[in-house]
């Protein structure tokens, strides 16, 4: 079986971590390995992944490559994989391949999957696993067509080190796109709260907004506690649904917004650790903490959500006390 792992190289010319788990999920899968690379530069990233394990190297580089674009994009994943000639390819689910996946499949004429969050070899089959409805029903998938092209997700597989020198075989691809990319707009890093690589969620819920027993509402001084504790630990911030639907409606905390919404009509994410402070702990929220593996909760009410087995320790605190200690701790 010729398993070919494919990617696209960082501004920095590195391998992301995404991209380096892709080639985990790849190399787990025991075939005959080839590396695909596409960007501005692909030697360093090669060289960072030279040992391991694959045969052969395939690279397309240039600067109509440097940034996310469908059509130069799609164009170096096609020129790649037809070289390669594989029967499974594996690509990262990052923003960038996910927007080629499909189109890119089309062009081979190839089945595709997307986000799995595990490949393996069972019986001679590649199989490959994937949630579906929200996390609610986890589902095998096996597939006759070839070659199979597939994004894998992050936080599931080992990611692959293996520096050295590479020998990368550059390809042209033809690159037939009337866009072009004029600049990069992206909000402040301040401003960017959701940060899936964060070792730790923190969980604000609607008590935040609530009065308090001076019988008075303290948003700003919720909005800087929270927004201190976030720039003190570099976490990622999640919230209820109650919370982010009065954020929305102008009142509240105006940083939240409904991606920020964790639960059964939220995001699933993936944390080493979670905080919830002033929230309840329903379970249609908790149902989003599925993949948080150490759960703390900060609540006022020693008979919350939290306190029925759903967090490991609660804290019974005003949250407003506990958070302003531990930011000043933490200067
Ligand atoms: C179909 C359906 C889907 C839903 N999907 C979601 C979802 O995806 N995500 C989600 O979050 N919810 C979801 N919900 C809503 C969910 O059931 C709860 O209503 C919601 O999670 C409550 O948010 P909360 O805990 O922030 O607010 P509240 O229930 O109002 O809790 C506020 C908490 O703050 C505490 N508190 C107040 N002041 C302090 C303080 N100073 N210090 C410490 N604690 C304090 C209070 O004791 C209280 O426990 C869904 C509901 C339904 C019916």
Redesign the pocket.
Known sequence: MNVLFLAHTEDSGSLGKAACEALGAAKGLGGDLTVGLYGAEVQAAADSIAACGAAKFYGVAGADFATARYGSDAAACEAIAKAANADVIVMPATARASRVAAGVAQRLGAAVDTRLTGLELAGGKVVATRWFYRQRMVGRVERDTKPWLVTVDTGCFEPVCAPGTASVELLSATVSTRTQVTGIKSPAADAQTIRPEAKMLLVA???WG?S?PDGMKHLDEASSLILGLLNATQCSLGS????VDQSGDGGALPFLTHMH??????STPRHQKGLA??????E??VV?WRFITERRA????AS?GWAQGKADVLYVA???AVVHKVVELLK
Do not use: M, R
């Open positions: 819920g609607a008590g609530k308090q209820s649904k109650s919370l919404q964790v639960g059964q009509t939220g402070t002033c929230c309840h702990g329903e249609p929220h989003g900060v609540n006022l009410d919350c005003d949250a407003f």
